[in-house]
């Protein structure tokens, strides 16, 4: 199953540059694990140290936030797209 995933800027670093990939997973965990085999050091800038998605960090499923669905539970169809994005604050 093949799932187009959104990369925020500061961690295209770790995709070589590309604003957008390809993952594969049911869930959007098993969607994070994925991409963590394939671009090292992803997941620890996403998950918190209790293994728990950074508060920081939103993750939407075809525009809808996985907070009000399953968060990382949220269960992923062919073609979804994935869009990590990074809180932004200032003042």
Do not use: C, Q, W
Request: proline share 4%; net charge negative.
């Amino acid at each position: 199953m093949a799932v187009k995933v959104r990369i925020p800027t500061p961690l295209r670093k770790l995709t070589d540059g590309r604003g957008e990939v390809e993952a594969a997973g049911k869930t959007i965990g098993d969607l994070l694990s994925d991409l963590e085999e394939r671009y090292p050091g992803i997941k620890e800038r996403l998950y918190d140290e209790g293994g728990n998605l950074r508060r920081f960090v939103n993750i939407y499923v075809n525009d809808e936030d996985i907070r009000f669905m399953h968060g990382s539970e949220t269960a992923l169809s062919d073609g979804d797209e994935v869009s990590i994005v990074p809180a932004i604050a200032g003042g």
